[in-house]
């Protein structure tokens, strides 16, 4: 129980930290940066929601939803980046100058 | 039959996708094809719900809770077809529209979107949910950047983080509901779901992701410059459904999940809210000084208009007076869609002509085309919400409503909104009439004036008219 | 669907579809527009004349359409609406003929004479208007669609006039539907009703349904041109001279009075207005309106500036007979709705053949244009002789009822704002004949066009302002008899106070 507790804990913890610093950082990479560790925090949450004990198998759910979910958010990470970059190469500065 | 139709919904534009894009030389032909189709599909689904009431279909015979269902409402379908509608009209136009380079990018990532879209108004547990919003922003972004300026792709990036950040709330919000009742299922969960610290925290985390990707004031400060930097048939779709997909959101977990958890002072929270997207919104729409960021503010207001009918409706017993209340919501939603979608289309192809699209210097642009000008003015009317316009009647009962129920305030806030949006479609309009040549002819160019020009013609002159079928299809499992 | 029920839908569209096809014609499809344009009229006349019979003959016509539950548009015909509806179909059919002639050979004209069949379509779904949201509708559509109108030219001046004009009628125009809504909200469906539906409503709402009136009267006054919410009128004179005929004569300017008589008779009632004190206020509005504009009228040197706040002026005598309680007077206010349009176009269609054919748009360059142009100048006299109320000119007749009904109603203020106004009208007017008829002709107009033939200018503008005249004669001289605007006005009257 305090296994969970501490995962779900810090996974809420983590999401908390990405929304600050999504909030008060302005260069557009910090902000995908936090949205990857808000990310990380939700996944966490979940994957500790999934745990019924030591006896129990896991919930398969939230598993599965943990898979779909990191999987679109590489997929948004990796587009986000490719727009960086082209702003990167168009201009020759920072992406984060916005 | 009916089963099949909610999944074609949504696979055939994902199998456009595909075909396009494993066949980038034929994109315009395959993709127009797969747009045909889906609509096709769409409206026999619509009109199977008009005529026969809702139906509901689990994938594999898992059922709910575990499998993935679809289900189709009236509320969904009138979404559906409003969608799928303005959907065809972009995809006829963007197939002139584009270059051929860039239509390579375009097909397939334009038929994603519409998946997703479709996907969304049809699904019915919160993680499927997630993912076709998740998907929608994705595709509406890379969409949005297609131009390749700088300033469209810097516009985009923030509009995606901006819109990774709301899903992201909004999935925290799932998490937190799943943690409490072990189950994603709206049905299901609205049947167990009761007021307390967890539902509210999840509903205040998924309202406000969701608030995020409606642009709702004043979170709509990423709404502009995307969808003014965008292609023209892109800012139509991010305009007309993107944003709309959220409000549905909204007002779907309003009405089939939150309903027991929510109360006066949420409501009038948004409603301020709305109020302050309407004034503001349309205050910058008039002074804008580029004809597509003006509309982009428009539909900062417009969006506005759409969350003051929470107050309203909130403090309206059920019965008569609410059930027309939620259809003109919804008709107003589907108004502006067609109206923002035929106004986007058809600045595209003033800004074509004109090669900028400064409203002050329009003036020639904007007599060369007078299909264009005529579409514009048409949105105009719903936009402004001059009758017959499906905007009129929709505004016309919420202020009958807010009158009934005393609430003067947001009967002032909607009628300076009006006034507001007459002065900026009729700032534009004042350019159309000078000294420049007579145009040879109405139509120069059939296969992006006529979907602008149908669009708008829908808009201003059939929602408002012939709404009554709304009513009837909103009974359908929706009003009570 | 039967007839009955499709005729007043009918009798707009029939202007509404050629309207919407002429938008996409080729700008020289001359004879197709033309075609499209005078189909489209003499359809509608015909389908009008089918109306009166029947509405005579105390048939009853209804479109109804359900928008949403509770939430009709009605199109229905009664002895007032025929009356409106009848003008607007005989004045369009004649200013299409003058417009066709002004235009010719100028820019945008599919656009412009779209707008223009939109602008008459608007008019009689606003005169057909069976209910308050009907006509709010309609009403809407009008400004709409005399919008392009007014900024026809396309010059800075008239880009100007349009923005006014724009300012105030969507101001009048929310103002009207917050009044609408209100009324709708408070009561349930206004629908027209001979008496009106407020009768009834009791005593704790009766303080709002004033306010209401007043919400409405803002509203409607835009439109009606009441001081002092007439700025836009004199503004909207950049138009071309068939649109100032039509704003002038049937479309914009009436619209706000019939709504005003159809607000005060079909839905407060006359009774509940009387009693009110609703009427008192009225007639003060209308009378200071009728005084400013004349004084306003005598210092203008601009011809149609001049005629325009003539309109002003004039047009409030139709909310002043609605305004005294009593039937003549009510004879007077109604049948000068149709008087004053037949006399006012004629004297815009005159207005603008001075400026067509010889370049004067002063009343200072005036001198002498009898001679030169007399058939032109013949009808403007007829005008000019019946809005002073110089009998038989029809506007005789109006001001006899008037003053009559005022009497009969004991106001005897109404009579002394009757004759100040007829002098103010000979005073700006007499000057204008005597400078036409009596004054040597000088030896060079400003920008004189000559006309090929022995017409003094084209027959497309000479016989509009010729049939309009003598129209404007026959209503006065035989005003007894059957199918006159009086004798209709008579019927109408009849009918509103229950006898």
Known sequence: MITQFLYGGSGILLFLLGTWSFIVHPPLIRKLIAINVMGAGVFHTLVALAYRGLTAPADPVPHALVLTGIVVAVSATALALAFGQRLDRDHGSSADDD | MMIDLLALAVAFPLLGAVVVTATPSHARGLGLASAVLTTLTSLVLSLGVWRDGSVRSDFGGWGAPLGIGLQADGLSVAMLVMSNLVALAVSVYAGSYFSATARRHFWPLWLLLWSALNGLFLATDLFNLYVTLELLGLSAAALGALSGTRAAVAANLRYLLVGLLGSMTYLMGVALLYSRYGMLDIGLLAEVIEPGLVAWTAMALMFSGLFLKAALFPMHFWLPPAHANAPAPVSAALSALVVKAAFYLVLRLWLDLFDPVLNASVANVLGLLGAGAVIWGSWRALRAERLKLLAAYSTVAQMGYLFIAFPLLVATPPGLARDNLLAAVVLLAMTHGFAKAGFFLAAGLVQKTAGHDRINELGGAAQALPAATFAIGLAGVALIGLPPSGTFLAKWIMIEQAMIQGLWWWVVVIMLGTLLAAAYIFRVLGHAFNREPTPYRFVNDARTEIPALLLAFISAFVLGLIAQPLWTLLDQGVLG | ?499
């Not at chain 3, 007032?80 to 509806?85: A, E, I, P």
């Not at chain 3, 007829?422 to 009596?438: E, H, M, R, V």
Request: net charge neutral; with cysteine.
């Open chain 3, 1 to 499: 669907m039967n007839f009955d029920a499709f005729l007043p839908a009918a009798i707009v569209l029939s202007s509404m579809i050629p309207g919407a096809l002429i938008f996409f014609l080729k700008e020289e499809s001359h004879r197709l527009r033309t075609v499209l344009n005078m189909t489209g009229a003499l359809v509608k006349l015909v389908l009008v004349i089918w109306m009166i019979w029947g509405v005579y003959d105390g048939h009853s016509y209804e479109t109804r359409l359900t928008l949403a539950p509770g939430i009709d548009l009605v199109l229905s015909a009664d002895a007032l609406s025929v009356l409106f509806v009848a003008l607007s179909t005989l004045l369009w059919l004649v200013t299409t003929i003058y417009a066709i002639g002004y235009l010719e050979d100028s820019p945008n004209r599919s656009r412009f004479f779209g707008f223009f069949s939109l602008c008459v379509s608007a008019t009689v779904g606003i005169a057909l208007s069976g209910t308050l949201l009907t006509f709010v509708v309609f009403y809407e559509i009008l400004t709409l669609a005399t919008y392009p109108l007014v900024a026809h030219r396309g010059t800075p001046d008239a880009a100007r006039g349009a923005k006014i004009y724009l300012a105030y009628t969507m101001g009048g125009g929310a103002l009207l539907l917050v009044g609408a809504i209100w009324l709708q909200a408070l009561v349930g469906p206004v629908e027209f009703t001979q008496g009106g539906i407020l009768g009834n409503a009791p005593e704790e709402i009766r303080g709002t349904l004033v306010i209401i009136f007043f919400v409405l009267l803002g509203g409607l006054g835009v439109k009606a041109a009441l001081v002092p919410l007439h700025g836009w009128l004199p503004q909207a004179m950049v138009a071309p001279a068939p649109v100032s005929a039509l704003l002038h004569a049937v479309a914009v300017v009436k619209a706000g009075a019939f709504g005003i008589v159809r607000v005060v008779y079909d839905v407060y009632g006359v009774q509940f207005a009387h009693s009110n004190g609703l009427l008192f206020a009225l007639g003060i509005i209308a009378s200071i309106t009728i005084i400013y504009g004349s004084l306003m009228a005598l210092t203008q040197d601009s011809l149609k500036k001049r005629l325009a706040y003539s309109t002003v002026s004039q047009v409030s005598y139709i909310a002043l007979g609605a305004s005294i309680f009593g039937p003549i007077a009510t004879i007077g206010g109604v049948v000068h709705l149709v008087h004053q349009g037949l006399m006012k176009i004629t004297l815009f269609f005159c207005a603008g053949n001075y400026a067509e054919a010889l370049g004067v748009h002063k009343v200072s360059e005036m001198d002498g244009v009898g001679k030169r142009m007399p058939g032109t100048s013949l009808a403007f006299t007829l005008g000019a002789l019946g809005m002073i109320g110089i009998p038989p000119v029809a506007g005789f007749v109006s001001k006899w009822y008037l003053g009559l009904g005022a009497a009969e109603a004991g106001a005897n203020w109404v009579l002394a704002v009757l004759v100040a106004s007829s002098l103010l009208n000979a005073a700006y007017f007499l000057p204008i004949l005597y400078k036409t008829w009596f004054r040597p002709t000088p030896t060079q107009w400003p920008a004189e066009h000559p006309h090929p033939g022995r017409l003094e200018i084209g027959g497309a503008l000479l016989w509009p302002p010729l049939i309009t005249a003598a129209l404007a004669l026959a209503a006065g001289l035989f005003a007894a008899a059957p199918f006159t605007p009086l004798e209709w006005a008579s019927l109408i009257a009849e009918r509103e106070y229950g006898r």
